[in-house]
């Protein structure tokens, strides 16, 4: 389908790919005289104009300036290849470009690609994805040295953790010390704090999209290092030179050896004297994904993640040993329907088990809990003009939960084989937003997601009377009979007022809902945490956030900053009654407290992308307060306030020194 020219003009799309390694390029400012674009997350840009000449800038960190001059007689494809930078003892500096962090209409997003991520300060020499997040404003850390964190006054299990599309639960190896994302087989992540994008739904506080490499598909190679925590080694390389490539990345950890060897030691060294032996703690993970060229107009993704850890650390409890995995599978075809309709497809699964031994003890059991999540889902982009862009499409996806189940070790154990009931459900949803130029200083973005999740059962339901915690009578529901349904709008608005090419004023609204509930009575993130989705006895959270900003870049992008303050209003949060019983409890609902949590703050950031010296400072105040209602609102709990003030400053050079500070 072409768009005639006396309508809206041409367009000159294509993709845009790193010349050393063939791999696409997201987030590439594109900008011509009165537009700027940004590759999509495959690299994909389009352009329309009804100028009959246009010059078009590609300018992306890292890379060589491209500029191109085109003349529009009908709708053109070009494909962009850049060049990575030679780095050399001397400084280069590139001048001009997009400037992406005023320009751009997004809010509370940053993206950090694989470079940066390398670049920054490493636990025991493990260079870590999430750990990075933390770096940047309005993450607040839940345990300090571990990658569990909360978002603008948010819970952990509210962060949507995605790796390339599919949804991870537990993305974490050694209790939260150490991300489930090797290093090597990623090439960006981004965060997503405020008004999020209509195609993202099901959490309340962000979205961080992990995307894997596609491979190099120019050249075979092969790359791996040995660490004191974990050994790694990675093989890439094309099936088809520059048309399709593979890679896959192995990680393994024995660090219960390590552990071992540190109490061997014990003898040597006092601080270690009440150090013991016998430890087992060890982890795995495993990443592949592969490409093709469909065509000229089609690219089929194919991925793969598999991970699991084994824990058991006696100086942590020798009573009992923890054992938890997740597998993860994508399936993905991008189309260009037109040279201004892109398409991308994708088929997600994932699954997630966990499970803990205890020993030593008469009671002597294994439980165990999983979950599954699979996904069908399309995503399209369309430029309608130089002025306009619409985003639609849908999903649906149908989550089974295991919440728990528990049988004797052995012949001896004084338990009873028993299972919580299972949950199952379908969430599905379609939304729309549109990217609308309003003039030369005013950009606006506005959409809706409606979603829709039912409950499924069998299942049955349990009713309570006022105060108590006994169900008084139950309603059984029969294998795929829907016990609830949730109808939920979710208007999303981002503004962008240009008030010069250097600087802008943003304002965002959103608004999201929650469909599940991780009950935990840890701030870490324990593998032995009860998921649970909503249905009749529990509700879903919903939150709306408002947020307003002013961004500015300096005159050659050697800078960004941003000031943002926002406001998040949060319902129907849920946590435990005093003294709650949760374990193997069929009517949980009956040990949850609802209510209202309120958060708000200020974040400043200050970015240096060039120099010999680059990094970043950012600085946040924010207050948090929650106020729990008690079993069916028979009593108040008194609100809770949480003020903080974090400070954090990371430096960096290209000879890979680096020094964090953080308060």
Not at 106 to 115: D, F, P
Not at 300 to 317: E, P, Q, T, V
Not at 433 to 450: D, F, H, M, Q, Y
Request: contains cysteine; proline residues 3%.
């Amino acid at each position: 389908m072409l768009i005639p020219f006396t309508a809206y003009g041409y367009t000159v799309s294509g993709t845009i790919s790193d010349a050393k390694t063939g791999e696409k390029l997201s987030g590439v400012g594109i900008f011509g005289k009165n537009s700027s674009v940004v590759s999509n997350s495959y690299g994909y840009y389009a352009v329309t104009s009804k100028r009959n000449k246009i010059t078009l800038n590609y300018s992306f960190i890292g890379f060589e300036k491209k500029e191109i001059v085109v003349n529009l007689h009908s709708d053109t494809v070009i494909n962009i290849v850049l060049s990575p930078l030679s780095y050399s003892l001397q400084e280069i500096t590139v001048k001009g470009g997009i400037n992406k962090n005023s320009s751009v209409n997004t809010m509370g997003t940053q993206k950090i690609s694989i470079t940066e991520i390398k670049k920054m300060p490493a636990l025991a020499g493990e260079v870590d994805v999430l750990r990075s997040l933390q770096s940047l404003p309005g993450i607040a850390v839940a345990n300090e040295g571990t990658n569990s964190f909360s978002v603008r006054g948010g819970s952990y299990d509210q962060n949507l953790i995605i790796l390339d599309e599919a949804v991870l639960y537990n993305p974490n190896h050694a209790l939260s010390f150490i991300s489930t994302f090797n290093p090597d087989a990623v090439q960006s992540a981004e965060i997503i704090k405020s008004a999020f994008p209509a195609k993202y739904g099901g959490r309340l506080s962000s979205v961080v999209d992990i995307r894997m490499r596609e491979g190099n598909n120019q050249d075979f190679k092969v790359n791996g290092g040995i660490g004191l925590i974990s050994s790694r080694l990675s093989v890439e390389g094309p099936l088809k030179k520059g048309e399709s490539s593979f890679i896959v990345s192995g990680r393994y950890s024995n660090a219960g050896s390590i552990a071992n060897m540190a109490a061997s030691l014990n003898s040597l060294i006092p601080a270690l004297s009440d150090f013991k032996k016998g430890n087992e703690v060890s982890f795995y993970d495993l990443n592949a994904k592969t490409n093709f060229r469909l065509g000229d107009f089609s690219r089929l993704f194919i991925s793969a993640y598999s991970g699991s850890d084994h824990f058991y650390l006696k100086n942590f409890s020798d009573n009992y040993s923890l054992d938890w995995g997740n597998n993860a599978a994508t399936v993905r075809l991008n189309k260009i329907l037109s040279p201004t309709i892109f398409s991308n497809t994708t088929l997600a699964y994932s699954h997630y088990s966990y499970s803990y031994y205890l020993k030593s003890d008469v009671r002597n059991f294994l439980w165990k809990a999983n979950m599954s999540n699979l996904q069908f889902k399309d995503d399209v982009e369309h430029t309608v003009s130089d002025n306009v862009m619409m985003r639609y499409g849908f999903s649906v996806a149908y989550l089974h939960i295991s919440p728990g189940s528990i049988t004797p070790y052995n012949e001896q154990s004084v338990i009873t084989a028993a299972s919580l009931q299972k949950r199952n459900s379908i969430e599905s949803a379609i939304y729309w937003e549109s990217e609308i130029v309003v003039s030369p200083v005013l950009t606006v973005k506005a959409g809706c997601r409606l979603a829709a999740f039912s409950s499924l059962g069998p299942l049955t339901t349990y009713s309570y009377h006022l105060g108590s915690l006994q169900p008084v009578d139950s309603t059984y529901y029969t294998a795929h009979q829907v016990t609830k349904t949730y109808l939920q709008p979710e208007p999303r608005l981002v503004a962008n007022y240009k008030l010069s090419d250097m600087s802008s004023l943003k304002l965002s609204y959103s608004k999201v809902h929650q469909n599940i509930h991780l009950l935990s009575n840890s701030n870490i993130g324990m593998p032995t945490d009860i998921w649970t989705s909503v249905d009749r006895d529990i509700a879903p959270e919903s939150s709306d956030q408002f947020s307003a900003g002013y961004y500015r870049n300096s005159a050659n992008n050697m800078f960004e900053a941003f000031v943002e303050v926002y406001s998040k209003k949060m319902d129907g949060t849920i946590d435990f009654i005093n003294n709650a019983d949760i374990f193997m409890n069929n009517t949980i609902a009956s040990q949850i407290k609802s209510g209202v949590a309120r958060s708000y703050g200020v974040e400043l950031f200050v970015k240096k992308n060039k120099g010999k010296i680059k990094g970043s400072l950012s600085y946040t105040l924010s207050k948090a307060w929650n106020k729990i209602d008690g079993i069916n609102n028979d009593q108040s709990y008194p609100a809770a306030y949480d003020k903080r003030h974090n400070l954090k400053l990371m430096l960096y050079s290209d000879l890979n020194s680096r020094y964090t500070l953080s308060r």
